[in-house]
């Protein structure tokens, strides 16, 4: 990894409900190198999704956010977490995609998509229509339509969900970003549009040279597709990486778990879950956020939070006794 | 719900309004009635912190008593409107097919009566009384309500928890009035509050023109007639009945946008 | 369609079709799309239903139809022989309580303004007595593995895979025989995906259920289900058993779903 899209240090997020601050979040820090693909892994309620939407400041007034979230690539360079509001307009769309989990909900349902995809063009092409409908046509083109200009006339509740996420991912590289950011663009989606949707990322970071952040809670998906992982849990970077190291050798017990989760889905028993969590999200003081579910947790996990420790080649964790 | 600001303020505002009318009258040393000719039209004093009118009645008293008509005429034609309203809106919008439109194009014609003509109509034709008033306000106020709670009811009817209470085989009586009707209160209550602002405004109107509240009854309506006919030499009397009008609907106003702010965010049910 | 003389057919649907009217933006050109097209297939009492197809193709379409939320354009859909959308009031009634949804959204399934149970409560048959309502309560929460201490709780201070347990407790409670799992656990991560597979198979043996389980994702069908069948662009194109489906698929889309699949 040479030069860096988008450098995020002690990214932290809390929220106030009922009058007390709720953490989402806590010092998370990852660097998202130029037209790579970093996974962000862990179950719902981890924080994830509010990660994305954080970046780009799309989160509600009273969350406190600190520390910084630095864009650099071609352009002047950007801390999208202390910028001022009209900064973060020039970069929402512009220099940050984003897709969601839910395409439809993410349209407006009475424009045609080829008319929400001019709306997203650069000023220069969208000043001209012919322009900005051969622009249309092209993307569609690209994201793998055969008829470019029948979708670029369909509503969104006439096409399926496979075909809706690419035309949201469409919309969401319209403004020609160098960064996209994409929460769980493949959850709601089948086996053969997920596959066709990550072969799709793959493309845009090789011929646009896109940097992707992408938010999934497959880890087997993320370990086959993403350069770097990052995996969360409970608001906590449990470890990060490159996936071919964690594929390999996992050092947090919660990637191991994960992981076996996967694999049991296919054993003739039956799925195997991770243990659920046996103490109260409210009790664990000071103790590691994951020690109520490990299999490995001693005493001292319960009673004191790991460091982040890490190595020389980019690999981090958080955990009293990583595994070998 | 008390840590809204807007709901607090207007809440302090409406109280005391409220607290004013109903207790002070028995407090004020002064009868609204009682005319006193030797101080008539006289400007504010310590004596008559509003000054009197053209009858020597003091001011104070009679926005006081006049508050106690035009809050009365607010609120209880707001609950009536609101209790038609959601009647049929509810019922239209769940039934829907041919109860739906037979009470839709009932509401259009109904709206299509400009309000106040018909009351004038009503009113020129009988003797006005508060009663009267009263029964046709309520009467034609209702519409707006009904076609809120309508759209309501058509959203929240195909929700999953509404299509799963009916999944549950419970009775449409039970579906409407526990699955539906609490999740569409907010707006009621809301368009409630904001009601009763509107209402006071249209009857001030009324008696202002000399259709509503007849004299020597007062409310704020009249009084304000009362000053207009000699704005120039007795200022106060316009003034203070005006500003009793427009603290009132800023104060109703405030509760409702604060009871929005407020049951939009509890239970999260609209947040995003 | 062999049928299977020695089990009992709960649900029979023939022919269904649905379609929905379309219009553009403001109404002018108006078209109608096919949501569901020929659809026929059964589900035998005691067994798991699989549909497989992707957002879209009408998979959703069919549960609404069977739960008398969405009206056939034409085709019949039969619950023990009877056509249900003949039933009168009452009968539809006592036919809603025995086939219960579970959606995927548990958030938009629960009432916001009532406590877990309130809607309880409700499921249950309302001629029992408070106590006998009681136990069953606690029947049905430990049926789900859920404390007793989210019955004072509204949904919105639940967590999603406790909220799920209570869509599904609530489904148990009005003395179902048949659930539709309509994504029901799709959305969820896999930890708890597993432990609600585990739980569904548990409930089935328990409560003697039938299942119509519709998803877009073959892993977990993998697991749950007896019977599949693939729908694709509103038609039924491949029904058979788990194993035929898996190891020998015979339409192109079928066997390129497999092929992509997650693993």
Known sequence: ?324 | MWGEKTFRCGTVLILTILLLCVCLPWVMPQDPYAQNLEEISQPPSLAHPFGTDFFGRDLFSRILYGGRLSLTIGIVVTFFAVVIGTIIGMVSGYFGGWPDAALMRFVDVMLGFPRLFILLTVIGFTRPSFGLMLAVLSLFSWMEVARIVRAEVLTVRERLYVKSAVALGLSRRRVLFRYIFPNILSPIIVSATLMVGSVIVIESGLSFIGMGVQPPDASWGTILNQGFQDLAGAWWITLFSGLAIVVTVIGFNLVGDGLRNILDSKTGVRES | MVINPGRQILLEVKNLTVRYRQRNGFGWREKTVDALNDVSFFIHRGETLALVGETGSGKSTIAMSILHFVSPDSGEILYSGEDVWKFKRAELRAYHRKIQPVFQNADESLNPRLKVRSMLVDALVPALSTEEKNRRIREYLSAVQLDEDVLDCFPHQLSGGQKQRVCIARALATESEMLILDEAISSQDLSLQAHLLKLLSELKKKFSLTYLYISHDLETVRVIADRVGIIKDGRLIEIGEKDEIFNSPEEPYTQLLLERSRF
């Open chain 1, 1 to 324: 990894m040479d030069r860096l899209a988008l450098d995020v240090r002690n990214l932290s997020l809390s929220i106030q409900t009922e009058g007390v601050d709720k953490s989402i979040f806590e010092d998370v820090s990852f660097c998202l190198g130029d037209s790579s693909l970093l996974a962000v892994v862990g179950e719902s309620g981890g924080g994830k999704s509010l990660l994305c939407k954080s970046l780009l400041r799309l989160i509600p007034g009273d969350a406190r956010l600190s520390g910084s979230a630095v864009i650099s690539g071609l352009q002047t360079p950007v801390d999208l977490i202390s910028c001022p509001d009209f900064e973060m307009e020039s970069v929402r769309g512009r220099r940050i995609g984003m897709v969601f989990q839910e395409p439809a909900a993410s349209m407006n349902p009475v424009m045609t998509c080829g008319e929400q995809i001019c709306d997203a063009l650069p000023k220069t092409i969208r000043i001209d229509r012919r322009s900005a409908r051969r622009r249309t046509t092209e993307l569609l083109e690209f994201v793998g339509f055969k008829e470019p200009s029948r979708i670029a006339r369909s509503y969104p509740h006439e096409l399926s969900g496979g075909m809706l996420q690419k035309v949201a991912t469409v919309l969401a590289i319209a403004g020609e970003p160098s960064i996209l950011i994409a929460d769980e663009p493949s959850t709601a989606l089948d086996a053969v549009n997920r596959f066709e949707l990550m072969e799709l990322f793959q493309r845009l970071r090789n011929e646009f040279g896109m940097s992707i952040l992408w938010v999934t809670h497959e880890l087997r998906s993320a370990l086959t597709y993403a350069d770097e992982l990052l995996v969360m849990y409970a608001g906590n970077v449990m470890e990060s990486g490159s996936a071919a190291e964690i594929a390999e050798h996992p050092k947090h017990p919660y990637t191991k778990a994960l992981l076996d989760v996967e694999k049991s889905f296919r054993e003739p028993d039956g799925p195997r879950p991770i243990p659920e969590e046996t103490l109260p999200v409210k009790k664990r003081d000071g103790g590691c956020v994951f020690a109520g579910r490990c299999e490995f947790a001693k005493p001292i996990c319960r009673n004191e939070m790991p460091k982040w420790e890490s190595d020389q080649r980019r690999r981090g964790w958080r955990c009293h006794f990583p595994l070998k």
